[in-house]
């Protein structure tokens, strides 16, 4: 299935150049020699996630992979069985990062095709570590952040009962993986990419840019209608995720052309990364300006900043998300200097400006 899907769109200063319609899963579109677009099916709002297979002469690269659903795996079997011959094998299978609607059917096609796993070194070790929490109790620390939080004892015990579900969603990992470093130059499709890495939403997410090509392949680092998450977790509770997102989008308009073909993990490509990039780093100097004008007129704790920081309110499904870009934006003026925090009688951080 090649060629133009649809005529051109516009959307906030970018343009999509097929349009709003796309590839079904077991479908391929190609956008550039070599480079082909599919789509796997989520199980959740986003609904879907776009994965990319690439064309090196001897072989076949995948970037990117869904999760380990039935779905996933038939349509992933209708496309590799067109493509993958003995002469002309699955070579290896490259992940932007570790969350599992991109790493969950690594490990499956890493084994079934007998292909190597390219992923940078803190998003193996981090899906490695939070794959060991399968079947432990919910850690203390965890319950204790929570409470910290300010959240009620019914999302503690949600969160309690679903400890531990990450390593559902990702199938067996290699134990073995060649790393992808900032910087590193890689042959796919036939020309030379160059490994760009971001942080703030996942600890070291690797994007490709072909030069040749002008065409990179950017995850959910550089989304064109989206914004990523960008969270504190438990496991860091002082970390300041923001400045990390901050900076890595400062990198990308510095590493990628204007007019760059940008191939995002969800919704369309596009192109416009610095338009995108300039909005994503404005919004998020939005929210920490609307955090400001509430903190000024008291303490607040963490689920009290929600509605100021995204517009409306939280429902339980979200609130763990939403905790997450909260405390990202809090610990971001605490780094500054801006804000502090005290505990209150009920064990809640209640959050002012220093």
């Known amino acids: 299935m090649d060629g133009f899907l649809s005529e051109p769109t516009q959307y906030k200063g970018l343009t999509f150049p097929h349009?709003?319609?796309?590839?079904?899963?077991?479908?391929?579109?190609?956008?550039?020699?070599?480079v082909e677009w599919t789509r796997m099916p989520l199980p959740f709002s986003l609904k879907h996630i776009n994965v990319w297979?690439?064309?090196d002469g001897d072989g076949w690269t995948i970037v990117d992979t869904g999760m380990p659903l039935p779905d996933t795996k038939d349509a992933w079997r209708k496309l590799l069985d067109a493509r993958v011959t003995p002469e002309k094998p699955l070579k290896r299978v490259i992940?932007?990062?570790?969350?599992p609607d991109h790493i969950g059917c690594a490990g499956w096609l890493c084994y079934k095709y007998d292909a190597e796993l390219w992923i940078s070194r803190l998003e193996y070790t981090m899906c490695r570590m939070l794959v060991a929490d399968t079947g432990r109790d919910a850690p203390q620390a965890g319950i204790d952040f929570y409470v910290r939080a300010g959240w009620p004892q019914k999302a503690i015990d949600n969160y309690v009962s679903r400890f531990g579900g990450f390593g559902r969603g990702v199938s067996q990992m290699p134990d073995a993986f060649r790393r992808l470093e900032d910087g590193d130059r890689?042959?796919?499709a036939g020309q030379e990419w160059r490994v760009i890495t971001g942080n703030g939403h996942s600890p070291e997410h690797v994007c490709l840019f072909s030069e040749a090509l002008n065409v990179a392949i950017t995850g959910d680092q550089l989304l064109p209608r989206i914004s990523s998450n960008v969270s504190v977790h438990p496991t860091e509770p002082m970390a300041n995720p923001l400045d990390d997102w901050i900076k890595s989008c400062e990198k990308l308009l510095?590493?990628?052309p204007e007019d760059s073909f940008i191939l995002p993990a969800h919704n369309e490509p596009f192109t416009g990364a610095h338009i995108r990039l300039r909005n994503l780093i404005a919004g998020h100097e939005t929210s920490l300006t609307r955090l400001r004008q509430k903190l000024e007129k008291g303490p607040v704790k963490v689920p009290e900043t929600f509605i100021s920081l995204f517009g409306r309110a939280i429902n339980d499904d979200e609130m763990g998300s939403a905790t997450g870009e909260a405390l990202a934006h809090l610990n971001y003026l605490i780094h500054r200097g801006e804000v502090k925090s005290q505990?209150?009688?009920d064990g809640a951080l209640l959050y002012s400006l220093a």
């Open 95 to 99: 992940i932007t990062h570790m969350h």
């Open 186 to 188: 890689v042959q796919l």
């Open 254 to 256: 510095r590493e990628l």
């Open 53 to 55: 297979i690439l064309d």
């Open 19 to 34: 349009g709003t319609l796309a590839p079904e899963p077991g479908e391929a579109i190609t956008l550039a020699p070599g």
């Open 343 to 345: 505990p209150g009688s």
